[in-house]
Structure formats: C-alpha cells, structure tokens
C-alpha cells in the first residue's frame, strides 16, 4: 500500500477516532485476518484449556467448565502490528482472573506465556494478563468468533499490539521469570505498546 492512501486513511481514521489511533496505524476497509500457518477447527467437545507453572495446583478445564465461569463484556480497539487497527469491539468471554484463581498463582507469578493451538506463543507481565481490558473471548459483536479469528476462544489484550492476543488458545503458564513468545524470540518488542510504537525490539527495522 503506498504511502498516500495508507496517510490519507490515517487522516480519515484520526477525524473519526481522534485519539484512539495510535502512530503510525490506519482504519483497514474490514477486519484482517493474519496469522502464522493454517487456522485449526476446534471444536467445542475437544477443546481443553491447561493453567500451569507457577499456581498451587495445575489445573484443565473444558468447554462446559469455561462457559460455567462469569460472562462479561469488554469493549476494546485492536491494533496490529502491520499498522491496522479494528475500533469498537464488544468482546464477550472469561475473565483471566477468573481462570488463574481456579489455580491459585504463587507467590513467584509474575510472567505469563499464553499457548496457542500448534505451538504459538506470547509472553506477557501477569499485570497485562489481569489489565482491565484483557479477555479470553469467545465472541465479538455478539457473533462467535470464526475459526479464522481464534475461535472458539482467543485471548484479547487491547493496550498491546495484537500478536499478543493469542488465537486458539490452549492455556497459560505463569513464570516467575519472563520467556519470550512467539514473535518476540523472531525481533518484536517485548512489551508491545502501541501508543510508545513498540513495534520491533532495539537494532531492528522493518517496513
Ligand atoms: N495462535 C496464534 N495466535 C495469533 C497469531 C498466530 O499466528 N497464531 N497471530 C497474531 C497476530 S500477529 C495478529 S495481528 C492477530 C490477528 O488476529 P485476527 O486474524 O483475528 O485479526 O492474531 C495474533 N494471534
Ligand atoms: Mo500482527
């Protein structure tokens, strides 16, 4: 995309949202669809959810368990990485403080890496797992999410660029000591902030 349009639409997406978009991100036509391989069908009989590592006692839950803890909403705007950002999303979902005191963090719990579906990975401060806007969620709009998305749950971290909002996911280890994920081990930034464009990790560009 050249660098007129991807501007022009910056100016259109910053007259609508003011400050809501962040450096360097422009209002794509539709939501995107990216991800690292193929999208997996899960249904909901085979899917299973593991919360491990530092926690009194390591627990799995499976569908029915998962849609037996407190529903709630969140209304959040996503913003990716490759400069597209998604505004107004109702996700609807589970809490992660909800699933995390089904196993009791320690004392030493500290980091998260959320695991997705085939091996994917993101890494994360507790703090960002238990933020106010962070949700594991199973719909947007009031729509299930589709298979393409991340269902049926994916993770949703909105204050951070989207890579680390984990599809399919599988469960959560919280560390003590941080491990990078996914992306992170391949250059991307660590922490991920959008609005301090935390895009690529110190020595590294890309366009
Ligand atoms: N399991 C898994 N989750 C993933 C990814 C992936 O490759 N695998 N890609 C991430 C990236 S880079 C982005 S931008 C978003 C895209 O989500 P979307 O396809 O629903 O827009 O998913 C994130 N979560
Ligand atoms: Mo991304």
Redesign the pocket.
Known sequence: MGFEQLSGRSAAAREKYGDRLPPGQYEPAK???????KAPHISHDEWQFAIGGEVEHAVELDWAAFSALPQVERMSDIH???RWSVFDNRWSGVLPRDLLELAGPTGNAHFALVH???G?TANMPLSDLLAEGTIFAHSRNGERLSA???GPVRLVVPHRY??K????VTGITLLAADQPGF?ERFGYHNDADPWREQRYAKGISRS
């Open positions: 939501w995107p669809v990216l991800h690292y391989g990716c990485v490759t997705g579906h085939g994917y393409q998305h991340g989207f890579w909002s984990v599809k399919w992306w």
